[in-house]
């Protein structure tokens, strides 16, 4: 490993210029950095230290159709079928037929999935009609990360900025090329060009109160693209994990899809499998049937949704096969003082992936010239309304290698004299009082959102909701730092010199981020007056056929765009 390409507690001689800057390092970042042409000078950054994110946290495994008894065609099938009517055939079609080539990709850089005497290892999870997914044990997506982490580590290409925080796209006003972005990092706002930029920030899961993401899933991505003028799309879509470990005090610890694909019960205080009164396939439906049917018999038995639980029962799974597929799951629930091979794990939904994203193409365009997303950022259109359980870290892998294909030369804007650095003129109380503010905002907005956004939505409650938003934002913007910030002109550098300056100056574009996303959730939420996939209205419970169409955003504006299926092919 080589340690020369990470900054550490010292200084980093930061460069101006990059040729590619990736934004996030989750399977997709580090991926698709690996991918890239290996003359490009590479900026890799992560607001945290390398490896932070919900691919790190990802334990089901990898969709791929490998085995004699599967196809691409079963693969594109079942993916359809779960998508609600909202996929893009051929972005699904690309998907499903990279796969296996992906998964070769993997083993050969050393991804140590489990196997079945020669063969890799494939499980059953929720909505595949076979065997497709490859695991690593129960933590598939730390298998996946540390081995690409190791990989990007020795790559002399790629230099990795840790600790740093993108607050924005820098736009060329003329051309309106992405040509870099503003970035936070070691005491100082600064402007780092890059001929493209690949946005790979994962998910919005900390936009609610309930959720399996780590505390970096901010929805940054999408929120300075957003910011930008990119198109967003189907920004409604959030998949509710249906088995979140809901114990008091302990995080909302994802309890595996794959765990229920092995013969774990899902039943309620009475040992009642209720899950086949909502759908035949019983705990083996897709995520969003089973979390509703959790919401629903919540309801039916007169509890209060916010604070019930149910059951995953394990105990119908050999123990040896326990111990051998899901070791992190015994630990984590032993930990918490839940032995899973003699009692059940008390689970409830928790908000876990999200659908919508930036519109991307084939090769992970973006609607702005040298602006690219890939990962949970993205919305490719492989996932439509509702993911198939596995093809999120998948969609990561084949969309990230589509950047192995940027060789057409880049050629960043001409490398401008930046404004001297100045000191901030902001005081202590200034600081202080945005701080306050900023740590209520963290806490009241995702409750709100999980309130009027969660698993079932009504006009009311968006309504009410929206309008206690953008209060919150005319406060935000109020702050004495947000009018600074806000007016800090491309080029301009500022040095921050408060103690934990990195630490407020994140806090503050994470609560921004928050703030938008928010908005665009709720605002897209209120614009589809149906049922479908991941979404449910509660005043509008059924799918309209003149819904079968994407919501797309720009700025402000909202309408509806057409969804490429097989017909119009």
Not at 148 to 164: F, M, W, Y
Not at 189 to 202: D, F, M, N, P
Not at 446 to 456: D, K, M, N, T, Y
Request: glycine share 8%; with cysteine.
């Amino acid at each position: 490993m080589n340690p020369a390409n990470t900054d550490s507690s010292t200084q980093l001689n930061l460069p101006s210029q990059f040729d590619v800057l990736v934004v996030g390092t989750g399977a997709a970042g580090l991926y698709a950095a690996l991918c890239l042409p290996e003359h490009f000078q590479v900026g890799l950054i992560t607001k945290d230290r390398l490896p932070q994110s919900a691919s790190d946290w990802a334990q089901g495994g990898m969709a791929a159709a490998i085995s004699p008894e599967d196809s691409p065609k079963l693969h594109i099938e079942d993916t359809l079928k779960a998508g609600a009517g909202l996929c893009e055939f051929e972005a699904v079609r690309f998907l499903a037929e990279k796969a296996p080539e992906c998964v070769h990709s993997l083993v050969k850089l050393g991804v140590a999935f489990d196997r079945q005497g020669d063969d890799l290892a494939l499980t059953l999870e929720a909505a595949h009609s076979r065997r497709r997914v490859l695991h690593a044990a129960d933590t598939t997506g730390r298998a996946v990360v540390g081995t690409l982490t190791a990989q990007v580590l020795n790559r002399k290409n790629i230099q990795v900025i840790q600790q740093a925080f993108a607050l924005s796209l820098w736009i060329d006003p003329d051309t309106q090329r992405c040509q870099g972005i503003c970035l936070v990092y070691q005491g100082q706002i600064s402007w780092v060009r890059a001929g493209a930029v690949v946005l790979a920030t994962g998910g919005g899961g900390q936009v609610f109160a309930q959720t399996t993401n780590p505390g970096v899933s901010t929805g940054d991505g999408v929120a300075i693209a957003w910011r930008a003028g990119a198109i967003l799309r189907d920004l409604e879509f959030v998949q509710f994990h249906p088995t979140a470990l809901t114990k008091a005090g302990a995080p909302r610890f994802l309890i595996s899809e794959a765990v229920r694909g092995e013969g774990a019960h899902l039943v309620d205080d009475q040992g009642y499998r209720f899950a086949f009164d909502y759908h035949p396939a019983g705990e083996l439906a897709p995520r969003d049937i089973v979390s509703r049917a959790i919401f629903s018999h919540f309801q039916r038995m007169g509890v209060d949704p916010a604070d019930a639980n149910v059951w995953l029962d394990l105990r119908p799974i050999p123990e040896q096969r326990i111990r051998h597929r899901f070791p992190n799951i015994i630990q984590v629930c032993r930990q918490w003082g839940i032995d899973v091979f003699s009692q059940p794990v008390p689970v409830a939904p928790a908000a876990h992936y999200w659908m919508g994203g930036i519109m991307t193409d084939l090769i992970s365009q973006t609607s702005i010239p040298g602006l690219y997303a890939i990962g949970e950022t993205a919305s490719t259109g492989v996932h439509g309304g509702n993911r198939l359980a596995s093809n999120s870290l998948l969609e990561c892998i084949v969309f990230g290698a589509q950047l192995a294909h940027l060789d057409f030369p880049l050629t960043p804007s001409p490398s401008l004299p930046l404004a001297p650095s100045s000191p901030h003129p902001l005081s202590a109380k200034d600081w202080a009082t945005g701080q306050a503010k900023i740590e209520a905002l963290r806490q009241d907005l995702p409750r709100l959102v999980w309130q009027s956004a969660g698993i079932c939505r009504g006009q009311a409650a968006l309504a009410s909701a929206l309008t206690l938003i953008e209060t919150w934002q005319a406060e935000f913007i109020a702050l004495a730092m947000s009018k600074f910030l806000f007016n800090l002109q491309p080029g301009q550098t500022l040095s921050v010199n408060f103690p934990d300056a990195d630490v407020h100056l994140r806090s503050w574009g994470e609560t921004r981020n928050l703030l938008d996303v928010a908005y665009l959730i709720l605002t897209s939420a209120q614009f589809r007056t149906e049922s479908r996939g991941g979404h449910y209205r509660t005043d509008f419970p059924q799918p309209e056929p003149s819904w079968q169409a994407h919501t797309s955003i720009q700025n402000h504006h909202w309408w509806q765009s057409p969804v490429r299926t097989t017909a119009d092919l």
